[in-house]
């Protein structure tokens, strides 16, 4: 969310927003004063980036999506954060931005995305790439959550439905992270706790 630089009262807009990053996004974004719009797919991915304080939503699947965006943030987001691993996604985020915003990628989809340049150079639009913050950034993320701004939204479910778990998070179903018990009650070493 830093690599974005958009400063308190400033719009961001968060591309994949109710996944396992993205609804911890909106709830940075949140803490640190920003405007936030979540991108997701769906009513209920979208009700759900809601109800974690995004202040506005738009379906990525809207044909209209930049219109929509770039309407609501009058004239485009100073920051876009891309999560989601669609490509698509990427193009979008160039076209969401304002001029002179910043768009950071933390998706990775396989491939490559078509840039458009043109609306890059006219827009002084800045790309960036992130996966890893410092050790000052965990402290004041582990600090948000101390004082309760964030709250890490867990699904508990077991080993053996991998599968079907990799079925949903590919239908992208998933609202918040997945996290696997893998142990049973009775596995030496596990003492019957999760």
């Known amino acids: 969310m830093k690599e974005t630089e958009v400063k308190p009262g400033e719009f961001v807009t968060i591309i994949g927003a109710a996944g396992g990053l993205g609804h911890l996004a909106i709830q940075y974004a949140k803490a640190m004063g920003m405007i936030v719009g979540a991108v997701d797919v769906g009513k209920e991915k979208l009700d759900y980036c809601k109800s974690l304080g995004a202040d506005f939503t738009v379906d990525a699947l809207n044909p209209d999506i930049v219109r929509e965006v770039t309407d609501i943030t009058n004239g485009g987001s100073h920051g876009v954060l891309v999560l989601a691993t669609n490509a698509k996604a990427f193009d979008n985020a160039v076209h969401i931005s304002r001029r002179k915003g910043t768009v950071v990628f933390v998706g990775l989809p396989p491939g490559s995305f078509p840039a458009p340049i043109f609306e890059i150079v006219l827009k002084r639009i800045s790309l960036r790439g992130s996966i890893v913050g410092t050790r000052k950034d965990m402290e004041e993320a582990l600090d948000f959550a101390a004082r309760g701004l964030i709250k890490a939204s867990v699904q508990l479910d077991k080993l053996d439905n991998i599968n079907n778990i990799f079925d949903k998070l590919r239908?992208?179903?998933?609202?918040?992270?997945?996290?696997?018990?893998?142990?049973?009650?009775?596995?030496?070493?596990?003492?019957?706790?999760?």
């Open 171 to 194: 239908a992208s179903q998933v609202e918040g992270r997945i996290v696997l018990d893998i142990c049973d009650a009775g596995h030496v070493g596990c003492g019957g706790h999760h």
